[in-house]
Structure formats: structure tokens, C-alpha cells
């Protein structure tokens, strides 16, 4: 996808709008010592342009995020998944029994668009749950995560092969993330993504993508264009955070801080 492609898959806020009209969504985010995680995804999801952004962590971790992320609600259990536009679960949440449990009870009660990544990967893995995967679910996979996932290996074009072999399969869209990350629909068709750089490559990166696109799925947008919409933007984000800080010193939370003029960028077009 190009720039020009990228900037007419956005939608327009209606100048009377109110922050319900532009969704709720949910993180399950976050363990004790990951908190990071928690706080990079839910400042992503905020500037993705949702309305409303719950995390939900361990209770003993409540004032990070009410001190980190004050446009932030708190949330220590699931309950009524139904609320929520979107759902998103992994980044930092591990994968010991509490972990296993909360991922358990999302794919048996999440009706709203939903996102995977990270850990709940790895939980899907070991527990063979791809069967589980609510149709239309965004996966967010590195390669090894892919790799454990799907059992696919070799080189970058034969995993890309795997992933639309394994979102055919599954009807999930999937996010091989990597230079040139590729985001591969529910039928196959595969969308290249043409921004990003190498200091991208760093710790949080993948929980800002991640809360970039569940809060463009809790906005209405599909699946697929949520998640290719927000791969673009992740790595255009990146780029200019590069321009301006080196690749060499750039962090997760850069990225985070040039979203927005990512969408500036697209908005002139």
C-alpha cells in the first residue's frame, strides 16, 4: 500500500461527534514487570483516534496506568466483552495461568473484532487454540511467533506463502511483521507495506502497533483495512521519529509521539 491508497482508507470525523461515536476499546494488556506493554499499546490505541480506551491488568498495577495513561479507564476483570467495539490481548500479559485464563475466556466471548499478539500468540501455540480464532481476527506475529503458530519456516517468501495458507485456513488476517511486514487477508490477498526503518526494530514497537489497530478496529473499520491502515502508519510514524531522532535512537514511545503526524501527512493528500 501506498500513501496515497493509505490516505483514502481514513475516515472523516464528523465535526458533532463525541467520543462514543468513535468507539470503545479494550486491552488486555500487561503482568507484573511488563507494564511497559500495557502503557505503550493503550497510548497508541488513545491516538488512533478512538473514543474511549480500556486496559485491563492486574489490580496491583492500576497506578501505573492511571499515572502513565490518565485518558486511560481502568478495567480488573472481562466482564460484558459485549460493551466494547473492540478487544485487543497479548502485549505483556504472559503466559501463566492468569494469562492463559483471561485469553480463554476472550475467544469464548469476545463478539467484537479482535486482535492477538505477543503473548496470547504464544498461548495459542502452546495450547493448539488456532482452532479457536474468532473468524476475522487480526494476528500480529514476528516471524517466530509465526513460526510457533503455524509451523512455518524458510525464507521471508515462504512464510508469506504460510501466512495466506494459515488465514485461509483460519479466517483470520495476519500481520508477518518484519521489514516489508505483510498483512495478509482472510482470502489470501496479500497487502506490502512500503514504510518503516530499521530503529523500528526495538523493544515496544510491536505493543504500539498493536493498540494502533485495535483502535481503528473499535472505529469501524474492517479488519483487513484496520490492520493495513495501521501498519502503515506505525512505520510512517517511525520514519518521521527517524528523520528526527536517528534510527539509531529511536524508542517505542517516538513512535507513539509522531502518530499524529503521521495522520497530518495523510490528511494533506
Known sequence: M?????????????????????????????????????????????????????????ERCMDIVQISVPEAVFRMSLENLQQYDAVGCGCGIGTEAEAVNKLEYILGNASTPLLLDADALNIVSAKGWQDRLPKGTVITPHPLEFHRISGAGGSREEQIEAAQVFAVKYGVVVVLKGAGTAV??????????TTGNSGMATAGSGDVLSGIITGLLAQGYSPFDAARLGVFLHGMAGDIAAAERSEQALIASDIVDNVGSGFMKLRLL
Open 2 to 58: 501506498n500513501i496515497e491508497e493509505a490516505a483514502r482508507l481514513i475516515k472523516k470525523r464528523p465535526a458533532d461527534a463525541h467520543k462514543g461515536v468513535f468507539g470503545k476499546a479494550l486491552l488486555c494488556v500487561g503482568s507484573y514487570g511488563m507494564m511497559g506493554a500495557a502503557v505503550l499499546s493503550a497510548r497508541a490505541c488513545l491516538r488512533s483516534g478512538v473514543g474511549l480506551c480500556y486496559v485491563c491488568s492486574p
Open 184 to 193: 495478509v487477508n482472510t482470502d489470501g490477498t496479500v497487502d506490502i507495506n
